[in-house]
């Protein structure tokens, strides 16, 4: 199976990216998590948000790090009507997961991403079940569904906002 | 690292005082003035399948619909007769209750609401309704539909309001049977097809198919609407109470539109008991009189 080269994801790493370009994916990942999704869908949706700030933690963590991404989760805490701070502390996690993800990017292709991905992703849904399970005392399992089908979005998304970000630097 | 251990202690900082004192309500209700446009954004693909639905409606069924027309307007015709019958009916029983001194039965107004969206909380059930602080919606008005109670408002934004469900988990409406007007409590299973009633005796008069009305007693929900009818009812001697499950009355999942109802006079705040300090100041007392 052909993956990404090292060498590709470092000059990928190494390419400029506008801030708009990274505003537009945050917002178009709110607009998705907002459609309404219910019953068994609402389980099995993955969470867009994370996914499309794990990305740019991971890529350009000076651009999009910790504190942006905390403030996109009080967003996210408003958007859901759950406690402020829930999404938000979730988001810390998940963001610092990915900037240390972002030294090792370099080493690793698509397949092993996907790999510390699930870690990273399984951490952030811990934390928001356990803030959860702290204020309200009982956990939704099926929940967990949600980390699956983010890992398995991690692929595709790389994928497309490579294949964007490429077509960018052409035309510049 | 430092980052990191800032923000996530700033987080928990916010869930604690969230969580525990409603400080931060004015916040939520100006940051969701931002969030709201990608809200109503999200929710325009389902609109417009509900639009494709309705004009395929109107076009390939225009005959059931004429059909159901005159249903409704047999039905009606009905419901007028019925209802001149309760207006006198309703003369009368104020009448009696003048006649015994009773306090009358509060008459409550409706607005109508639609709801906005559904709750796109895994946890929680919940939903958003079209009208908020600036359609004067306050918090603990109930939400019910044409047939019992839906739940009751908790939160209110600008032009937003959040209704919690009575299935919502550990949620607590005050019932009377309404065969025998025998009260419980039901609570909410965080399931949309089930209440469950808890703390009902073995012994209890509770049967299959009774209705559960509100009783009014805490003063949040007004008396006498319906709110669930009994499915099941177990009675093992192994457990101190009976395991009562009901189904709501309402459509909590179904309908568009909703009713909410003006907010209830407040009842007479309940006497508080210190039997401790009643004690001290009689010994107080004494203390001078020496």
Not at chain 1, 55 to 74: D, E, F, N, Q, T
Not at chain 1, 124 to 137: E, F, M, N, R
Not at chain 2, 129 to 136: A, E, F
Not at chain 2, 165 to 181: C, F, M, S, W, Y
Request: include cysteine.
């Amino acid at each position: 199976m052909p993956v990404l080269p090292a060498i590709q994801a470092r000059s990928e790493i190494q390419r400029p990216v506008s801030n708009t370009f990274i505003l537009l994916s945050v917002l178009a990942a709110l607009f998705l998590n907002g459609l309404p999704w219910e019953g068994i869908w609402l389980m099995l949706r993955p969470d867009f948000v994370a996914m499309v700030l794990l990305y740019w933690c991971m890529h350009k963590p000076w651009r999009l790090g910790i504190g942006l991404s905390w403030a996109v989760g009080i967003f996210a805490d408003v958007a859901d009507a759950s406690l402020f701070g829930q999404h938000a502390l979730a988001y810390t996690v998940l963001a610092f997961g990915g900037v240390v993800l972002n030294h090792r990017l370099q080493m690793f292709d698509l397949r092993q991403q996907t790999i510390q991905v699930a870690g990273i992703l399984a951490l952030t849904y811990a934390v928001y079940a356990l803030v959860h399970w702290q204020v309200s005392g009982y956990v939704v399992w099926l929940y967990f569904l949600g980390c699956l089908t983010s890992t398995l979005l991690w692929a595709p998304l790389s994928m497309m906002f490579q294949a964007m970000r490429q077509k960018r630097v052409d035309r510049e | 690292m430092v980052r990191l251990v800032f923000f996530a202690v700033f987080s928990l900082l916010l869930l604690f005082v969230d969580a525990r004192y409603r400080y931060l309500e004015s916040a939520r209700s100006a940051l969701s003035i931002l969030v709201s446009p990608i809200q109503r954004l999200a929710t325009l693909p389902g609109a417009a399948w509900q639009l494709v639905g309705d004009f395929y409606i109107t076009q390939s069924r225009q005959h059931s619909l004429l059909m159901e027309n005159e249903e409704l307007h047999r039905q009606h015709q009905l419901d007028a007769a019925q209802l001149l019958q309760l207006q006198t009916m309703q003369a009368e029983n104020q009448q009696l209750r003048n006649l015994v001194e009773l306090p009358l039965r509060n008459e409550f107004t409706a607005q109508l609401v639609e709801i906005a969206y559904a709750e796109r909380d895994v946890f929680k059930r919940r939903i958003l309704v079209s009208k908020g602080g600036n359609g004067n919606m306050l918090v603990g008005q109930v939400v019910m539909d044409d047939t019992g109670i839906v739940g009751q408002i908790t939160r209110v934004y600008p032009w937003l309001s959040e209704v919690t469900l009575i299935t919502e988990k550990d949620h607590a409406v005050p019932v009377q049977v309404l065969r025998n007007g025998l009260r419980a409590i039901v609570f909410g299973a965080g399931d949309t097809s089930q209440l469950s009633l808890r703390y009902t005796p073995i012994s209890a008069d509770v049967q299959v198919d009774d209705i559960l009305v509100t009783s009014g007693i805490d003063g949040v929900y007004p008396p006498g609407i319906p709110v669930a009818k009994v499915i099941t009812v177990e009675r093992d001697p192994a457990y101190p109470f009976a395991h009562v499950t009901c189904l709501p009355v309402a459509g909590v999942d179904k309908h568009r539109h909703l009713m909410v109802l003006s907010k209830m006079p407040k009842l007479p705040e309940r006497p508080l008991e210190k039997p401790a300090l009643a004690g001290t100041d009689k010994r107080a007392k004494t203390g001078r009189r020496n």
